[in-house]
Structures are given as structure tokens and as C-alpha cells.
């Protein structure tokens, strides 16, 4: 059924006086404290000069219009909710609805990802038509990395595998390659002062439950469009430990274990690294003019612990990723380079949800703004320290625009942000 609501503010009216969002409609009905169905559209009427308004149901970012008249498609499940909707430049003047919803029950809208295309999903199953047989030398790895087909699959026998593996055959979308194999499958140049243990240049590549160990950089993804880590072991690196680069957007590293980073050189020894700094873009993208726009990541439930340097870390240039579930430990000890963190996010954009751990140099989340304004409308909710965090829960720059960071107890010792959290 079609529905029309005009928004009554939980906060009085005033309180938004200066940019005047009083209204919030899907075809004229009250939304705080009414029950509404559970698929509708929420309509923003704002007077000019409001360029972008941005919605968040439950805590959890939706996105934001940047086109009046403001609205947003919403499906929910039945029961209480809670509907925020702000100016996209100026997070004091917003609204808050509370309302119930009844109908035919439907998953809730998930956080923006602005994918240009769906992110492969991460384990299809194998197709014994399509296996290669099992691969137990370093020769035969080789070999299969650069001529195997799409959809087939690449099975490693336990082992130690030495060298510099590249995968550059490319999958599809509706047909990616599998290399798959346990954790005593390693893959190691060697020692941990060179080379990288695997290196994805194709797209579309599912990598499944093997380990790389001992190597300069562990999994390094170049140019690599829709391709996933899941349930990989990559450890006792000397510089990061996977790195998502040169525009390999629509990426996803799932269900891993990543840890012992940087014992080579502690300045670059983050967990998981996206995109590139702008000092490198010359050397990665050709130009430095040219951003590396790895966009649309996905890190989710990943245990990332012992790293000298961040343990996540989000380059200015890319955008639009998700970082949920992760579990943190130790991760941003060393301080080297300013690897003081659990994430530090310079691009724009980012989900932030739903991660917990202990133990870091300073700060569990950092926000900060590089060149060309990065870093700005990121996404934080429910983050959760258990100890060992000195700084802030989220510590943002002074010169980041559209940062949410939703209101929690946290026991981060300086407390939840330097900037004003949101109910």
C-alpha cells in the first residue's frame, strides 16, 4: 500500500529552525509513533540551499539523495524502528522518527554500496566438470595460475609452495576461478624481505582457505575487478599483509586471518590495505593526478591482530566499502609512520559497523583528510572496545565533512570522538 507521511519532530522544531526540515512525508500520514507498512518511501521537503540529505534507519546507513526532491525507498522488518534523516552538510540540523511497521515482513535495507555491478558472491560451489586436478608442486601452481579457465577450479594439495605466484587468467562474474586448498597449503616467496606471495591481476578470483606466509607482501590484488578472499591465513609478512589496489573494485576478504605484519619494515605493516597513498599514484595509476579508485571493498568478520602498522587502512580516492565485523587485536601497535590505529579512513563514504577488539598504539578508528577533501561522510555504529584503547573510539580530523558517528558507552579512555556523536 501506498503511504504519505508528515514527519512530527521527536526534538522541537526550532532545534532545525535554520535550515527548516519540517517535513518528512510518504503521502501525508505522521511517521513518529505511527505504524506504517513495511516497504515505503520516505519524502524530504527542505528549502533551498539543502543540496543533499541523508538517511540512516536503525543505525545503519542507507545513503543519500542528492537531487530534490529529497526521498529514499525503505523495506524493513515488522516491529520499532527508527528513521534519522539530515541535511548532508550540516549533521546538527536533522531529524528522528520513531515508528512500528506491519505487513509482509522483509529483510532490512542494508548500508549503501554503490556498486556499479553486485559483488560476486563469496563461495559458489565447486564444479567437479570444471576441476583441474590437484596441484601439489610449485611448477604446477604456475602453470595453473596463468592458463587455467573461467570457472574452473584450482585445488592445492597440502604443502609449502615457494616462489612468486601470479593469477592472471580471468573468471566472470557468473563464472569466477577457484583456487582452493587448507591451511597448510602456504604459499612463501621465501623470506619476508621480498617479493609478494600472491598476486591477483585477473578478475573474478575465489581464493579459499589456503595460507601465505613469509613473504614481502602477502596477497596483493592489481587491476583485479569482483575478486574475493575467503577464509585465508596470511601471516609473518614484512610489509602489508593483502592489498587491494590499482582500481580492484568490487572486492571482498571475508571469514581471514590476517596477523604478524610488518616484521620486515613496521612503516608498512597494515593488516589490509585499499587503494594507495597519493604519493604513489604516480607510480601505481600512472599519474599523480590519477586516484586510485579501489572502490566498493567489503572486509567483513575477518580477525586481524599484531600488526605494526594499521590494521585496516582505507586510502583517500576510493569510497563506498563496508567494514563490519571485524575482530581486532593488537592491530596499530607500533606507532611507526603513524600506524596507530585499528582503521585509519582517508576515503569517502565507508560503512563502519558492528567491530570490536583490544589493544592498540592510540586510537580504535581514525578519520582523516588528505588531498581534494577525502575523508568525508563515513559511517560509525556500533564499534565496540573491550580494552586497551587510550585514545578515542573514532578520532576525526578537523577538516572531515559528514562524519556519523552514532552515540554508545564505549571504553575507549578519551571517550567515543572528539566531534559530537548522534542519537
Not at 521527536?10 to 512525508?25: E, F, I, K, Q, V
Not at 556498486?115 to 604446477?140: F, G, K, M, R
Not at 575478486?227 to 599483509?241: A, M, R, T, Y
Not at 580504535?364 to 586497551?388: E, K, L, M, P, R
Request: glycine letters at 12%.
Amino acid at each position: 500500500m501506498g503511504l504519505a507521511i508528515l514527519l512530527s519532530l521527536s526534538a522541537p522544531a526550532t532545534a532545525y529552525a535554520a535550515l527548516d526540515l519540517s517535513n518528512l512525508t510518504v503521502e501525508g500520514k505522521n511517521l513518529d509513533k505511527a505504524t506504517v507498512d513495511t516497504s515505503f518511501t520516505a519524502h524530504v521537503s527542505a528549502p533551498s540551499g539543502v543540496e543533499s540529505v541523508k538517511f540512516v534507519l536503525d543505525g545503519k546507513y542507507l545513503g543519500e539523495d542528492k537531487r530534490a526532491p529529497f526521498s529514499w525507498d525503505i523495506k524493513t522488518g515488522e516491529g520499532p524502528h527508527k528513521l534519522k534523516v539530515r541535511d548532508g552538510d550540516n549533521s546538527s540540523a536533522r531529524l528522528v522518527a520513531n515508528f512500528s511497521a506491519k505487513g509482509k515482513s522483509v529483510p532490512s535495507t542494508p548500508p549503501i554500496e554503490p556498486s556499479p555491478e553486485p559483488v560476486t558472491p563469496a563461495a559458489p560451489p565447486i564444479n567437479p566438470a570444471l576441476q583441474d586436478p590437484t596441484v601439489s608442486t610449485a611448477e604446477e601452481l604456475e602453470k595453473a595460475l596463468t592458463s587455467v579457465e573461467s570457472g574452473s577450479t584450482i585445488v592445492l594439495a597440502d604443502g609449502i609452495y615457494t616462489g612468486n605466484f601470479e593469477a592472471s587468467a580471468n573468471g566472470s562474474a557468473g563464472n569466477p576461478i577457484q583456487l582452493v586448498g587448507s591451511e597448510n597449503a602456504i604459499l612463501t616467496t621465501g623470506d619476508d624481505t621480498s617479493g609478494y606471495g600472491l598476486h591477483i591481476t585477473g578478475d573474478y578470483w575465489h581464493v579459499r582457505g589456503i595460507s601465505v606466509k613469509e613473504s614481502g607482501k602477502g596477497i596483493v590484488l592489481d587491476s583485479s575487478v569482483g575478486s574475493v578472499l575467503d577464509g585465508v591465513d596470511v601471516g609473518f609478512i614484512g610489509n602489508e599483509g593483502v592489498h587491494f589496489r590499482q582500481n580492484s573494485s568490487n572486492g571482498q576478504i571475508i571469514h581471514s586471518t590476517v596477523h604478524d605484519t610488518g616484521t620486515d619494515v613496521p612503516d608498512y605493516g597494515e593488516g589490509i590495505y585499499v587503494g594507495s597513498a597519493n604519493s604513489n599514484w604516480g607510480n601505481i595509476m600512472g599519474s599523480s593526478d590519477i586516484p586510485d579508485e579501489t572502490n566498493n571493498v567489503q572486509i567483513k568478520n575477518n580477525r586481524i591482530s599484531n600488526t605494526t602498522a594499521e590494521g585496516i587502512d582505507i586510502k583517500e580516492g576510493t569510497s563506498g566499502g563496508v567494514i563490519s565485523g571485524n575482530v581486532f587485536h593488537n592491530a596499530g601497535y607500533s606507532g611507526a609512520h603513524y600506524g596507530d590505529s585499528w582503521v585509519d579512513v582517508k576515503g569517502d563514504n565507508y560503512s563502519i559497523v558492528g567491530n570490536s577488539g583490544n589493544d592498540t598504539k592510540l586510537d580504535a578508528f581514525q578519520v582523516h583528510g588528505t588531498i581534494d577533501s577525502y575523508g568525508q561522510n563515513n559511517y560509525f555504529a556500533d564499534n565496540n572496545v573491550t580494552s586497551g584503547v587510550p585514545g578515542y573510539l573514532v578520532n576525526v580530523s578537523t577538516n572531515i565533512k559528514g562524519t556519523i558517528i552514532e552515540c554508545q558507552p564505549t571504553k575507549a579512555e578519551s571517550g567515543i570522538s572528539n566531534i559530537a556523536c548522534q542519537e
